[in-house]
């Protein structure tokens, strides 16, 4: 991996030090040593790309990419996710439109579509005529989810390992009854997220986004709130409003999104109701 040729948009990390300035804004109370590999470092200079040249993927990109997404773990090996890969163009732009008008989906030659799939589980209990009434329990619902960030986020990984961009589209939920239906989806596959993946346009620089301090983040042995959790907040959005800035960002503090987020569930849009169209879906809550 140490000897690939770097994406366009990749600013080298020499070491450990370079990493952690970049990734906590020169705020890191990590200690100076520690373990460090290449790998490592390709993982804390995980930045979203949003800036794509329509240029296709090389062939077999695509099975290369779902390769290293199923070699992820996965709760008690159900393998309860699917992924569908989205590259006609007029279906991505269904897509785009449902998910904010995020031109990305449209620009970047593949969409892939995160699916939570208890849908396997219960075809093969049908053809093998057993029951399978823990499939609307809650609990199934979190494995097929937990599975399917897993499996997606190895994905992003490997992508990333071949110099490809990529960037999360949570904004698919806005429209999940649609998406399903769009995609065909049977009942018991639930449409989590998408994924745009392409080539980088070089024009368009990005850079590490700084994330909170370790000592907020991080327990040892049990939760404890920090004491100054407060005045490391104030210090984070001082930070991420230099980096929104640096960036040609809308400048606007780390803690007004988290408030302006939670504030009600208007803030949710139309994902405040996707509780109704999961269980419409084929899952439970209980
Ligand atoms: C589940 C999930 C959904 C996301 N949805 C969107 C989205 O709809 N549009 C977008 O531009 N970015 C989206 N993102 C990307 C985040 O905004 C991004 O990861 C975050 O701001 C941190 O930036 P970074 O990935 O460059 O470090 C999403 C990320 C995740 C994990």
Known sequence: MSDRTP??????AADRAACFAARYAGATDAPGDGPWSPVVADLM????????????????????????????????NLQSWSVVAVEDPARRARLAEWSNHQRHIAVAPLFLVFVADLSRASRLAAARVRPA?????????????????IAAERLVVAAEALGLGTVYIGAL???????????ALPRHALPLFGLSIGHPDPAVVTAVKPRLPQALVLHRER?????????????????????????????LDWSDKVLNRVADAASLGDRAA????TVALGFGMT
């Open 133 to 149: 009434a823990a499939l609307d329990r809650f609990d199934m619902l979190l494995v097929a989810v937990t599975d399917a960030a």
């Open 45 to 76: 200079n995980h930045r979203s790309v949003r800036g794509f040249l329509p240029d296709p993927l090389a062939a077999g990109t695509l099975e290369t990419l779902v390769g290293a997404a199923q070699s992820a773990a996965s709760s008690s």
């Open 173 to 183: 939920r806005n429209r999940m009854a649609e998406v399903a239906a769009e995609l």
């Open 274 to 277: 996707i509780g109704a169209v």
């Open 7 to 12: 994406a366009p948009t990749t600013i080298p």
């Open 223 to 251: 939760y404890v709130t920090p004491d100054d959790e407060a005045d490391r907040i104030a210090a984070y959005d001082g930070a991420m409003r230099a980096f929104e800035a640096r960036q040609g960002m809308a400048v």
